[in-house]
């Protein structure tokens, strides 16, 4: 009998994402979680018990120093899920130490966005290469099993036959985010045209393209239109209750970040034909929990998908004591009344199927088509749609976002002033 080969997975950071992609591996086949990393060793530990007990790793060492998880010989690859303003530092002390021979990497894998700006994003990029790193840009809703297999049957039998689709509309909302960094427009590079729509348009982009070609050579960025606004949480009673709830973020009455976005991004396609991308996005979504809606409109054709519309349903009465929790969806609002149920949520959202593709194609030497020059691709169309909102003018392309900061990560902007 052949023994069976695995990638050996580093996880930096232990927050909430980290304890998401762990939850997940228990769906690849691939790749075993060797070790975990925080700045806090305690959450490093946590993470590594978590691992352990739910069988993806075996004796998952614990680390509060970069250097010392990338110098594991155990480790082949790290994913890197640590805050959007700790990027930079992070990747420079990872790459540093492969390409000095201190480490034997083989990829890394980086949480979204790749940046707070174009000039992040590039560096990272740039690092990476220069280290000769295989790299996966870990936007999961590209590989979320609802939107892969609808993507399949449309292109192979509606556009196949009628045409290539011309519009794909997606959408991410919520009531925001759980920590105090997401909220500060410095430390996340925005609001949620940063946080989330980078998903939104990656998954716009990915129904667009044909199966196994790179959304980049066939998109080609024409013009974006985009809108941003502080609707909830710049209200002072709002703003108010985030402060009590999140130490140190600003004050949302002087210095918010959006919790509105909106932007129509136009392309031409490999087909030269003109399609569009409308993406939608907001931290002030009040409701069941987070919703993931998707479209996807060709000449013959339309498909449709939403988190919320779950295969199963419970109903919990007001005569009921609950405490509060997400067990029943992420960012969970409700204990009571009618809820919707899903069932393994790192499933529906694409973390396992993310886990899985990249460990296998790493363990084999391949190079992912969704990469970091698709994090930065993404990142660029993201600084678009600030400029375009900042201006209130569609902004074309060519144009150059290198030194492109959004005020509202500069701290200057404020509708309500």
């Excluded at 052949?2 to 762990?22: M, T």
């Amino acid at each position: 009998m052949v023994e069976r080969k695995s990638l050996g997975v580093g996880i930096l950071g232990a927050g909430f994402i980290g304890q998401f992609h762990v939850r997940s591996w228990q769906g690849v086949r691939d790749g075993d979680i060797v070790a975990v990393c925080s700045r806090t060793l305690k959450n490093a530990e946590s993470l590594a018990r978590e691992a352990v007990e739910s069988g993806v790793g075996e004796d998952v060492a614990a680390y509060d120093d970069v250097v010392a998880l990338v110098q594991d010989p155990r480790v082949d690859a790290i994913w890197v899920l640590t805050p959007n303003f700790t990027r930079i530092d992070v990747i420079k002390a990872i790459t540093d130490e492969v390409i000095s021979g201190r480490a034997q990497l083989k990829a890394i894998a980086i949480e979204k966005p790749l940046g707070r700006t174009v000039d992040e994003a590039r560096q990272v990029l740039e690092m990476v290469e220069a280290a000769g790193l295989l790299h996966g840009y870990l936007e999961n809703q590209v590989y979320s099993p609802g939107l892969v297999r609808a993507r399949e049957i449309v292109w192979a039998r509606g556009a196949a036959s009628a045409g290539t689709p011309y519009l794909a509309r997606a959408a991410e909302e919520h009531s925001g985010p759980h920590n105090t960094w997401f909220w500060n427009g410095a430390t996340e590079g925005g609001g949620v045209l940063n946080d989330m729509m980078c998903h939104s348009v990656e998954a716009g982009r990915f129904l667009l393209t044909p199966p196994g070609e790179k959304s980049s050579a066939w998109l080609k960025p024409v013009a974006v239109t985009a809108t941003i606004a502080s609707l909830k949480w710049g209200r002072k009673k709002y703003a108010e209750q985030l402060q009590d709830t999140y130490p140190g973020v600003v004050d949302y009455t002087k210095t918010p970040s959006e919790d509105y976005a909106h932007a129509v991004f136009e392309f031409v396609n490999g087909d030269g034909e003109p399609v569009v991308v409308e993406a939608t996005t907001s931290w002030s979504y009040v409701g069941a929990g987070l919703r993931l809606s998707f479209e996807l409109l060709g000449p013959e054709y339309s498909m449709e998908s939403d988190t919320l519309s779950t295969e199963s349903k419970l109903f919990l009465s007001r005569s009921l004591e609950q405490a509060e929790g997400e067990d029943m969806i992420e960012k969970q609002n409700a204990e009571q009344g009618l809820m919707p149920l899903l069932s393994d949520e790192s499933v529906s959202y694409g973390y396992t199927g993310e886990n899985a593709a990249l460990c296998t194609m790493f363990l084999h030497g391949e190079q992912p088509l969704e990469s970091l020059e698709s994090g930065l691709e993404v990142v660029e169309l993201l600084m678009a749609a600030y400029k375009s909102a900042e201006t209130g003018e569609t902004v074309r392309w060519p144009l150059d976002l290198n030194d492109f900061v959004p005020a509202v990560a500069q701290g200057t902007w404020n509708p309500r002033a």
